[in-house]
């Protein structure tokens, strides 16, 4: 499975970007994807989840900005992000991990980098 990931791109606080992510290849489900980031010198931190049946999760700094949605039939994940601050700043990563198999399977997408000027 490969992910490719795309939509990154500078933009001023305020503004909003889409990211999208799809999947190809052998792409088992029930699975979950989402979005993670990592700003220099920090770990990679989760942004939002959701999964083929809909549950979604977010961080507490993202909630009520960013909205994660699903194109199942498409392997597609997608994150808007709207009302952007400077510390949203950071590589963005996609993931796809399944649920059924043993043992779990894993997969990151290269990072989109999503730059927001103050």
């Known amino acids: 499975v490969q992910l490719q990931a795309f939509g990154g791109g500078l933009v001023q606080a305020g503004g909003s970007l889409r990211l999208s992510c799809e999947a190809s290849?052998?792409?088992?489900?029930?699975?979950?994807m989402g979005w993670y980031r990592q700003a220099p010198g920090n770990g990679r931190d989760l942004v939002a989840t959701s999964t083929t049946g809909g549950i979604t999760n977010y961080a507490d700094s993202v909630k009520g900005r960013f909205t994660i949605s699903r194109d199942n039939a498409k392997n597609m994940v997608f994150l808007q992000m709207n009302d952007l601050k400077p510390e949203d700043t950071a590589a963005y990563y996609c993931?796809?991990?399944?649920?059924?198999?043993?043992?779990?399977?894993?997969?990151w997408g290269q990072g989109t980098l999503v730059t927001v000027s103050s």
């Open positions: 993931r796809l991990w399944t649920f059924s198999t043993a043992p779990q399977q894993n997969y």
């Open positions: 290849g052998s792409v088992i489900s029930p699975n979950g």
